[in-house]
C-alpha cells in the first residue's frame, strides 16, 4: 500500500542534486566493541519500526505531484547495514576520511534512504556510522532515531499501519494548503505572503535581505565532500563564558564560530572590514508529544554573524544582541510555509525560490542538545558523537555543534573544492574558545 509524501519531505528530497546530496549524516563512537548480531537486533527493534526505514520511494508519474513510499518488496537488512574494517591502529583521521568517503556516494534510489555502516574495532570499541535521506526526516529526527537504541529506552510501542504512517496536520500546513497554486505564478508572490498571515512581514522581510557577500567560503561546488569534527570541549567553559558576559552558551557557541571563520577567511587573504556572513540555522517546530516523529518539521533563521569584527567581546555581545532579536521572529515559521508550498511547485519556481533563499546565507548551522548524562548502546558507553545536515541551495559549508555530556563538539561538513582545510576551521574554533577563556580569567584576577 502506497503512502503519498509530505510536502517538505518531498522539498528536501526535490533538492537532491549530485554534487550536494541531501543525505544527513551521523557518527556515534563508542567505547568498547559490539557484537554485529546485537547491533542488528537493535536495528531491527529500534529502526525498522519506522515504515519509512522499510519503504522505497516512487517518484510521481510525469514528475508531477507528490512522489509516494512503496514498501520494498526486496527489504533486506544486509542491503542496508554493512559492516566495515579500517585496519589496525586506525584513528580519528582514517574515520573522519571514511565519512568523507560516504558524503559524497548517493543513497541507492532502488531501496530505502538510509545506510548504517559499523566499524569494528575502532579505537578499542566501534563506531557506527548512519546515513538517512534527508526526505525520511531531519537532523533532529536521525538524533532521536540513534539514540532510541540506547540501553535502557523503553521498548517502542507497535502502533498501527495507519497510525504510524499519519502525521498531524499542523497550522502551518493548513494555511500553505491554498499557497501551493500561487507559486505557479511568481508574479503572486504577494497573495503567498498575505496567506503566511502573521509571518507575512518576515517572509518578505527574508526576501529583501541582500545577498550575503561573495566570500571564500562561498563557491562552485564539486562532487568531493570533507567531514572533520574538533576534540570534545568542556560544556562548563562555555557556560563561564557566559556567566561572565550575560549571554547563553548558544551565544558563545555562534560567536566562537563567528571568530573561526574570521580566522579561515583572514588566513586565506581576505580583507574583511565590517562585512557579515549569515548562517542558516534549522529552527525546531515540533510540538513536544511529536518529538519522535519522523519528516521535516523545521524552519529556519538567518543569523548575520559578525565576521568583520575583530574583537572577541565585541563579538560576541553583536552576537548575542542578533541572537535575541530572532529569538521572538516569526522567519522559522514563514520557510517552514514556503518549503511546504515547495513540494509541489513547478520546477522552475522550485529552483528560483531554492536559489534566492541559499543566496542569503553561506553556512548551514545545527546547534543540537544530547543527553546531559552518558548512555551506553549494547553495553559499550558511547564516547563521542557527531552529525551533519546538508546544506540545501549549493552552500559549501554546514556546522554542526552537539553537547553530550557535559561535552562540546563542533563538526564540519564542506566542499572540497571550495573549503579544502576544515581543519583549519576547527583549529580557529579552539582558538577562540581558549581567548574567550583567557578574557574572563583575566577579568576574574
Known sequence: MRTPFRNVDASWLRMDDPVNLMVVTGVLVLGAPVPVARLRELVE?????????????????????????????????????????????????????F??????????????????HFVEHFQGGSAIV????????????????????????????????????????????????????????????????????GSAGALLGLLALPDDPPTGLKGSLGRKKLAGWSRPFDLDDFKAIGRATGSTVNDVLMAGLAGALRRSLLARGEALGEVDVRAVVPVNLRRPEAAGRLGNRFGLVFLALPVGIEDPLDRLFEVRRRMRALKDSPQAVAVYQVLWAMGVAPRPVFDLALRIFAAKGTAVVTNVVGPRQEIAIAGAPLREAMFWVPSAGRLALGVSLLSYAGKVWLGLQCDAAVIPDPAGVLAGFGAEVEELLALRRKAQE
Open 130 to 197: 548512519a546515513r538517512i535521506h534527508h526526505c525520511i526526516g531531519d537532523g533532529l529526527a536521525l538524533v532521536h532515531v540513534l539514540l532510541s537504541m540506547a540501553d535502557g529506552t523503553p521498548e517502542p510501542e507497535r502502533r498501527n499501519q495507519r497510525a504510524r504512517a499519519s502525521f498531524a496536520v499542523t497550522l502551518g500546513e493548513r494555511v500553505l494548503r491554498g499557497a501551493t497554486a500561487l507559486l505557479g505564478h511568481p508574479g503572486r508572490i504577494g497573495d503567498l505572503a498575505r496567506l503566511a498571515s
Open 45 to 97: 527493534k529500534r529502526l525498522l519500526r519506522f515504515r519509512r526505514f522499510t519503504s522505497r520511494v516512487v517518484p510521481p508519474f510525469a514528475g508531477v505531484g507528490l512522489p509516494d513510499w512503496e514498501p520494498d518488496p526486496d527489504f533486506d537488512i544486509d542491503r542496508h547495514l554493512e559492516v566495515v574494517r579500517l585496519g589496525p591502529g586506525a584513528g580519528e583521521p582514517v574515520l573522519q576520511a
Open 99 to 116: 565519512v568523507s568517503r560516504l558524503l559524497s556516494e548517493p543513497l541507492p534510489a532502488d531501496r530505502p534512504l538510509w545506510s548504517i
